[in-house]
Every structure is written in C-alpha cells, then in structure tokens.
C-alpha cells in the first residue's frame, strides 16, 4: 500500500494511491482547474506537519474559493485517512454535518445533535488519525469557533466571505485569476476560440473567475466568438 502522499494527476487519479478510510467531499474535482498553485503550495505546507493547523481561503464572491478547497481535497486526500466536508453557512447545518461523521468513525451518537456534534470535535482533537475538516462558506469566526477542534492531529480549511479572520488564524487570499490561467480557463470553458480575442476578454473582466465562466457560456450558446 502507497503511504506517501502524491499528487492525482491531470486525469484525476494517481496510481495505487491510498484513498482516506473516511471521504465525504460533496463535489468531483474540476477537469479545468487552472492557476492557484501558490496557494495549494500553502495548503500543502500545513497537511505536511504533525500539528493542528487551520487556514482560511478568503475573497469575495465568485473567486472560486470552494472549488480551490476541492481541488486541494482531492489532489492530496492521500495525506489523510479522514477528509470530510461541512457546510458551515449555517450553525445548525454545521452541527448536522459534523455529527454525520460520528457513526463514520465510531464516536457514539449523543441525545442531541448538537452533543453528537460536540463529541465528533472532541474525537477529532484527540485522534492520532490524520484528519482533514473543510467548513465552506464560514461566517464570522465567533460563528464556527465552538466547532473547531483544538488539537489532533489535522487540518482546518475554512472557506469565508467574511472579513476579521486574519487577527484569529492564517489567511489565504483568492483574488483574480492570473492572466494567463484566466485566459485558458476562457478558452477551456468556451470549447475553444480566438486566442487574442480570449485575453482581451480576460483583460476586460479583470480575471474573475465566475464572469469568465458565464462569458464562456454566453459565448458557446452564440456565436462562438469573443468579439
């Protein structure tokens, strides 16, 4: 059995690589993902330690932060033999779907919800498993802080909107796509097309990911050109 992490590959698997005994991430990884190296070089740099760490991918809407926590689930899952997602909009979603992992790892459920979520964050503080929790679409820190574990051996990625998380952990800026990512993610997204036409696009739209996608879409259910 393969016990060094590597990295799935353009394909989106790796050959013999160890898969988590526990995997709940509720999306596939992209076949066109593109840039944001620098930030899963940072990410991977936390899954390589022995210790708790927890970051925050920060930007605003559209940025594609949730897609960035995918891609790094999924690229490096081989680092950790627990990988589950929660969605953490909401307080008491969060509570459901962290109490979800209780029967997956055998911590007892509680009379609550809340109390078997309780209980899942104390198994994960104490596990000498490597564990990755992702919380997508946190709120203010004040709003998940009860939920996160305080020790194991983990990591913690948390996507937010919100500002005010750089005082508490460490903060990953999703910002625009870098022009030459942007472009072929336009082109990648559109079925093809004109190479200069495409960047004047990119140019115009400053990068951002979510109007590059509905700029590919307008542009495959038209006329098939950026002009």
């Known amino acids: 059995v393969q016990t060094a992490a590597q990295p799935v590959d353009d394909t989106g698997s790796v050959s013999a690589v160890k898969l988590p ?29 022995s210790t708790l760490a927890t970051q925050v991918i920060s930007g605003l809407g559209g940025m594609g932060k949730t897609q960035l926590a995918v891609e790094f689930a999924h690229l490096y899952r081989a680092h950790y033999s627990i990988v589950w997602w929660a969605r953490a909009g909401d307080e008491q979603l969060l509570a459901r779907d962290l109490a979800a992992l209780a029967p997956r790892v055998g911590v007892p459920l509680a009379d609550t919800v809340e109390h078997t979520a309780e209980a899942v964050r104390n198994y994960l503080s104490s ?15 004040d709003q998940v802080a009860r939920w996160l574990p305080g020790g194991g051996s983990g990591q913690i990625v948390i996507t937010s909107r919100t500002r005010g998380w750089r005082d508490v952990t460490q903060v990953l800026d999703v910002d625009a796509l870098d022009p030459e990512s942007a472009t072929k993610l336009l082109l990648n997204r559109a079925g093809g097309g004109d190479v200069a036409g495409a960047r004047l696009v990119v140019e115009i739209l400053g990068g951002h990911p979510l109007a590059l996608e509905l700029a590919a879409a307008q542009v495959r259910h038209s006329s098939g050109s950026f002009s």
């Open 21 to 49: 005994r526990v995997w709940n991430v509720p999306f596939e990884r992209t076949r066109d993902f593109f840039g944001r190296k620098e930030l899963l070089d940072k990410m991977l740099q936390s899954a390589s330690t």
């Open 127 to 141: 596990t000498s498993e490597r564990w990755l929790l992702i919380l997508d679409d946190a709120g203010a820190p």
